[in-house]
């Protein structure tokens, strides 16, 4: 039967007490949501996600990618193509954007069951991610969360789907317009009933009368909803103990069914049953039944890993919320020319090997060791790691951790890369430091995403 073979997901590393948000002293164990950094944005943690789905994985069979997101930085640009070239994907791979709904997430992955299933594809790789912004001081800013979710569906899963049901709701309970930056909401009472828990209720309720094989008492639920007292509201209605993430990520957009799904999924074991409500105009439930258990815990580390911001202004600066002087310039930003020749190295972090061995990048004709031409072949060092062979701090680079630090590293059997670090105190970094590559985005010169690959110290085996 078709179903979920492997899943991951992505944590950013900064965390945001909420008592900083509300003007108040943070306390060590105090409520917190999680922050996309300056150089994060719905993309790179798209990736990021992914790529912890598919560790120790091969790709060679996946044929769809579908990416869900709210939040994607071009109107008109597919976002699933560049999170299929960051993953080194073929380009006869067919890539899929599901835009403009909170419920983006939960359709995508009924939509690769679906294509899987039918055989249309052989695997399917759904990639869910959101950075919304929610106005300086509003509910949405402080009950978000950013975070991204990946799952692989694949002929004999370890988790099947056996029901559904939907309930679709014409409704304007909050919206964001082409040319707006941050999320809008109608009253809190009438978003919460008729937007959120009225159409939740109905596909909760609706499952259980359609799955009555499965009994119904002794189903997890993995429930998303827009806000902690919405959620206690439904899983009490429903007969619900998750507790979701309230007070840790907060909520994800389209990302938080499918993260919730994974938390579940984490716990679940072998012949329990999974339901999973999501809403987005309307809401959807799918019921999975678990045949085995996750060979590893997914959601956990990631929340062990975490930075906490301590200043207001280090925020404002990361999520570009303060005001300058100067408007920033509206241009056509690096040339299409360039970023096509180099995407490679850009996007894939592609080099070349010689036929004598030698590793090379960025990619050249004339190999620096044995001096022949073009006997070269393509090398990828995304999965690869390495160490910091010696570095600079740079003060000049706008960023809210300034200084940057920027290294030359050496891949393990590779060359040596230029490039920045992240996700690390100026103070933290050293020579011989291990680290491993990420791919983000350097700047928006022209207003949009350039995006390149830096370097993060090692924590543990995956992260």
């Not at 009253?187 to 109905?202: D, I, M, S, V, W």
């Not at 890993?305 to 408007?327: F, G, H, N, Q």
């Amino acid at each position: 039967m078709t179903g979920i073979a492997t899943y991951g997901c992505y944590l950013p590393l900064r965390r945001l007490p909420l008592a900083l948000l509300q003007g108040r002293k943070p306390t060590e164990d105090g409520p917190e949501r999680t922050v996309a950094w300056a150089d994060e944005d719905a993309i790179t943690m798209a990736v990021a996600a992914a790529r912890d789905c598919l560790t120790g994985r091969g790709r060679d069979a996946i044929d769809l990618v579908l990416f869900a997101s709210t939040t994607y930085a071009f109107a008109e640009k597919q976002g699933a193509r560049i999170v299929a070239r960051a993953l080194g994907l073929p380009a006869a791979v067919q890539t899929v954007d599901v835009a403009h709904s909170l419920r983006g997430g939960t359709q995508a992955l009924r939509a690769a069951l679906d294509a899987v299933a039918a055989g249309s594809a052989r695997e399917a790789l759904v990639v869910a991610a959101d950075c919304r912004m929610g106005a300086p001081g509003s509910e949405i800013e402080r009950n978000g969360g950013d975070a991204a979710v990946a799952f692989l569906v694949a002929a004999g899963g370890i988790v099947t789907l056996v029901g559904s049901a939907e309930q679709g709701e014409e409704i304007v309970d909050v919206w964001r317009r082409a040319d707006d930056r941050f999320v809008h909401g109608w009253e809190e009472r009438f978003r919460t009933q008729h937007g959120y828990l009225e159409p939740a209720l109905k596909v909760g309720w609706s499952l259980r009368e359609r799955c009555t094989a499965a009994k119904a008492d002794s189903w997890r639920w993995a429930i998303s909803a827009p806000d902690a007292r919405s959620h206690a509201t439904l899983a009490k209605k429903l007969g619900a103990s998750h507790p979701g993430y309230w007070g840790k990520i907060g909520f994800a957009g389209a990302a938080d069914a499918l993260l919730q799904l994974a938390g579940a999924l984490d716990e679940a074991e072998a012949g329990a049953h999974v339901a999973l409500i999501g809403g987005g105009d309307g809401a959807e439930a799918l019921l999975f039944a678990v045949s085995r258990p996750s060979a590893r815990a997914v959601v956990a580390p990631w929340l062990g890993r975490r930075k906490v911001i301590d200043s207001m202004e280090r925020y404002r600066r990361a999520r570009d919320l303060t005001i300058t002087e100067y408007p920033t310039a509206d241009d056509q930003g690096i040339s299409a020319t360039v970023h096509f020749r180099e995407r490679d190295e850009d996007i894939s972090l592609v080099g070349q090997r010689c036929a004598c061995g030698a590793h090379q990048f960025p990619k050249g004709r004339v190999c620096v060791r044995c001096g022949k031409r073009d006997r070269w072949q393509d090398e990828s060092y995304a999965e690869a790691r390495g160490r910091v062979v010696t570095y600079t701090l740079d003060a000049f680079f706008p960023s809210p951790d300034s200084p940057v630090p920027v290294a030359i590293v050496a891949v393990d059997d590779g060359p040596r890369i230029h490039m920045q670090l992240a996700d690390i105190d100026a103070r933290e970094v050293a020579i011989d430091l291990p680290v491993r590559f990420v791919f983000r985005r350097i700047h928006q010169v022209g207003r949009r995403p350039n995006y390149f690959w830096k370097a993060i110290p090692i924590v543990g085996d995956r992260l």
